[in-house]
């Protein structure tokens, strides 16, 4: 079974979200059969790359909130990330455009690397003091390093505009014909999804009926067809 994950680094509810599914996976029965792929989403894709605010001066301005309603915002995420077992800096964060990380998750997902740089990057924004924005470049490819790409790998993607970008649009316009209009978003099988950071009970519970109402294999020929089994290969007939 694949469940694909729509979410975007700057998106805390992502951030716990994907605590909470984790969470439930672990105590799934067939997590062993189960393939979790990140998809790209950008909740601010027209942001200028070098335009970067702190996140309470965002939120004032983006969702007309006081300063007291967005600094309330923030501690209630930072309570609720606590409850996962996450770290969240409530204050002194800073926000900014993203589209170089969703790239460079593209090239994790080849190397078999997404999850640790996506983990990397969700503790790099909300949990430690160095911006994952203002640093740029540099600070990526440490953090991509450390998720375990190569250095020279890392630097191509980021010195290339045009590396991936493709890749992130496509996830972001596949998002938009399954309907999803925020995130995190989960999608099991392409049959049944999830919106929001959900508890763990609710991912659960979606990850046993998805799984329970796959639909069994239909072999359209059997019999006849030479074939190599357990017990050898068939011998070729003259």
């Given at each position: 079974m694949r469940v694909e994950i729509w979410s975007d680094i700057a998106c805390p509810w992502c951030y716990v979200g994907k605590a909470r599914f984790e969470k439930a996976l672990a105590g799934f029965e067939h997590r062993d059969r189960v393939e979790v792929v990140h998809r790209s989403f950008e909740l601010d894709p027209h942001r200028a790359k070098d335009d970067v605010q702190p996140v309470l001066t965002m939120?004032?301005?983006?969702?007309?909130?006081?300063?007291?309603?967005?600094?309330?915002g923030e501690d209630n995420?930072?309570?609720?990330?606590?409850?996962?077992?996450?770290?969240?800096?409530?204050?002194?964060?800073?926000h900014g455009n993203t589209f170089d990380m969703h790239r460079l998750l593209h090239l994790a997902g080849e190397r078999g690397r997404q999850s640790e740089l996506l983990d990397a990057l969700y503790r790099a924004n909300f949990a430690e003091e160095r911006s994952v924005f203002t640093e740029?470049?540099?600070?990526?490819?440490?953090?991509?390093?450390?998720?375990?790409?190569?250095?020279?790998?890392?630097?191509?993607v980021l010195a290339d505009p045009a590396a991936y970008a493709d890749e992130v649009r496509a996830d972001e316009q596949e998002a938009a014909r399954l309907g999803a209009t925020g995130v995190p978003f989960f999608v099991l099988d392409r049959k049944y999804g999830v919106s929001g950071a959900q508890p763990a009970e609710v991912f659960a519970q979606a990850l046993a009926q998805?799984?329970?109402?796959?639909?069994?294999l239909t072999v359209l020929q059997d019999?006849?067809?030479?074939?190599?089994?357990?017990d050898g290969c068939a011998v070729p007939r003259g």
């Open positions: 939120l004032t301005r983006k969702y007309g909130m006081s300063e007291a309603q967005a600094r309330a995420l930072g309570a609720q990330a606590a409850a996962e077992g996450l770290d969240y800096r409530t204050r002194d964060r800073d740029g470049e540099e600070r990526l490819t440490e953090l991509a390093v450390a998720a375990g790409l190569d250095a020279d790998e890392v630097r191509g998805a799984w329970g109402e796959r639909a069994p019999g006849d067809g030479d074939a190599c089994g357990p």
